[in-house]
């Protein structure tokens, strides 16, 4: 079976997104590549500042592993044969229009054009928790809702305009936290480890889920990799990863 080669081109929310993605992948023997160039809140005007500059200012992250590699846009991108290529508004931007262009248009015109052969995507970045003590949080006047609202119009009218494909991660983990086991105020936990970052399991889990659907059209609902974390000593639950699988089976299908 060919390998599929998968480049985030992002920042903490894509190395959430990655994290898992080539295990999630290989339980379901598909195989996958997957990089992603990783810079600390990174916005889409400044990754395209880093294309005109010529930066290697990015963290290179090979199939959920961190290296101490520096590299640029240009130089990953004429590696290897990338079959999708990924990015993101920096969540803190992500529920303002004015903050994607012109630089949506400029990165899906470069990108196109440098690698062809690639399917452009946008993550759908998500929410904020309610208790976010992030800096930003408080243009949604700190409310979820209003965040997800802002945020997910956004995307989609993003990826209308230039024929991106979207991965909905945002939707994911709102429909997630529905669930009572995902409630803290009803004796569940959150799915984020800091107020906006993915839980290291889970969170991570839920993403990782979400783009092996939304690319792969994975059966997802069936994945058996149980997901370890060597940043905690935390063992996953299997009864929330269940949970986790039919959200994302679900919105991947609708998709």
Avoid at 79 to 88: E, G, L, N
Wanted: hydrophobic share 35%; with cysteine; proline share 5%.
């Amino acid at each position: 079976m060919k390998t599929t080669n998968i480049l985030a081109i992002g920042n903490s929310f894509s190395r959430d997104a990655t994290a898992y993605l080539h295990s999630v992948c290989k339980s379901m023997g598909i195989p996958v590549h997957v990089v992603n160039l990783y810079i600390g809140g990174c916005s889409l005007e400044r990754h395209w500042s880093n294309i005109e500059r010529g930066e290697r200012a990015y963290q290179y992250q090979e199939n959920g592993v961190v290296t101490d590699r520096y590299a640029g846009i240009a130089e990953i991108l004429h590696s290897r044969p990338w079959d999708f290529i990924v990015t993101q508004q920096a969540s803190h931007d992500s529920g303002w229009p004015d903050t994607y262009e012109p630089f949506a248009g400029l990165l899906a015109d470069y990108l196109r054009r440098e690698a062809p052969q690639a399917r452009i995507c946008l993550q759908q970045t998500w929410a904020y928790e309610p208790d976010s003590d992030h800096s930003a949080f408080i243009r949604y006047h700190r409310d979820q809702q209003e965040m997800y609202e802002r945020s997910r119009a956004c995307y989609r009218a993003i990826a209308e305009k230039y024929q991106l494909l979207l991965i909905p991660c945002g939707d994911v983990i709102q429909n997630i936290r529905k669930h009572p086991e995902f409630r803290p105020a009803e004796g569940g936990i959150t799915i984020c480890r800091d107020g906006f970052h993915m839980h290291f399991l889970y969170g991570r889990y839920a993403l990782a889920c979400t783009w092996a659907g939304t690319l792969l059209h994975a059966p997802v609902g069936e994945c058996p990799y149980i997901p370890e974390c060597c940043e905690t000593d935390e063992t996953a639950d299997r009864k929330l990863l269940a949970v986790i699988r039919e959200e994302a089976a679900v919105l991947c299908k609708e998709g």
